[in-house]
């Protein structure tokens, strides 16, 4: 009796380990049915498992197109039958914002979702200040991506004593000149015309390509520097799992929020998401540069998601500019995690970055979140002579609506090598 019990139990272990997806069904309000089953990530054949029928789930969740989104599976002897029920709209959304200092900001942008009822997000963006000006276009789908951004600078760099630089942004609100003008040694007047085309293809749940063809126009007073073209082409891949979701500009309208409820629950563990990222760009006179540039940067970061939702996050970062001029050189920002905001930066030929911080959320609930994020990070740029140190400290207090996705708040960042700091008001950005 006592072996035929075991063989039943191993026989229904083996069994449920063999099951296998039968048919996914789907019905929505706007959408085609198809397209919702096509990027489920479970297909008729595939195997079935608890853990697999989650991450499947999660994925959909994470799309942020649907207001209700509900599963139910039916079992037919070794397969499994699922069936999707999604309550799609849509939406369009435009935004503005201003920003004051020394100089002044500004830009509006217009979102939208599911216009062509293939659960797609468009968004058009526009926006400039005394520096220059950006604007840029684009459409993501389920499995791809593309978008168009063409930008133009005033560049005018600015060597400081010890090898620090300025960091030149269309959106610039403080000029390093006034704060460090009793380091400088040289200020240079210059211009870029940037245009991109960006193309990302997702290969299956966590593996993504892109591929991006850049016009880059750089001029320098007297043909000074590196003046000429510097076009390039840049391929890489892409990689994340349990990742949070991202900005969501339909949940002004109540879609994507379909996990809301889920995701202010604790976890029943700890959970481990991570994402990486490899881009490799070159050009030379096949691409209409008159340089030759080659660069690799790669980029891995972890996060440790504790039960009560708070998140460790640690980023490694590693760039070399085998071949590049000045403007195609690695600077210490690009090998750090952006929760810092610095006035200069270094520059070289190659380098490291390690950077870490801890959210931690003093508030949740059904309207929002509140959090705090102290940060440390941590750079080496090696240029002619030896490796530099950039490093910062800070930290960010901000609040994230759950129907407004962009966080806003306030972030206070010391640079731990020439002792200055920043106090600024953030909206958007990583949360």
Known sequence: MKKLILWSLLGAAVSLQAATVGEVTADTTRMNPRVLTRRFLLQPGDEFSPKIYEKAKDDLHKWRVFKKLDFSTTWRGE?????????DGTYV?????ITGGSKSAG?????AGNLFRQGES??????????GWIASVGMRTSQQAISLQYTQLDLDPRFYQDGWFNVPSVFSTADDKEKHSNKLIREIKGRQHKASFMYTYRLCRTVSVLIRPEYNEISYENH??????????????????DIRQGLNMGALSGYGLTDKKQSLQNLPRMRIGYTGKTLYSFGDKWSGSEYTISKLAVENTWFLELKNRHLLMLQISLADAFKGSFSDQITSTDLLSAQGRYDRQLRGERGAGISTSFAFYMLRNDVGLLSVTPFYELAYVRDNVRYRP????????????WRFPLPFGINFTQNLQDGSHQIGFVVGGTF
């Open 93 to 97: 959304f435009p935004i503005g914002f």
């Open 79 to 87: 397969k499994v039958d699922i069936h999707i029920s999604g309550e």
């Open 224 to 241: 000074q520097l590196d003046s000429g073209r510097h076009h390039q082409l840049s391929v890489g891949f892409v990689w994340q799992d």
């Open 107 to 111: 830009g509006v942008s217009i979102s």
């Open 122 to 131: 468009t968004f058009l963006f526009g926006g400039g200040g005394k520096d």
């Open 390 to 401: 950039h490093s910062g400290a800070g930290a960010t207090v901000a609040y994230k609506l």
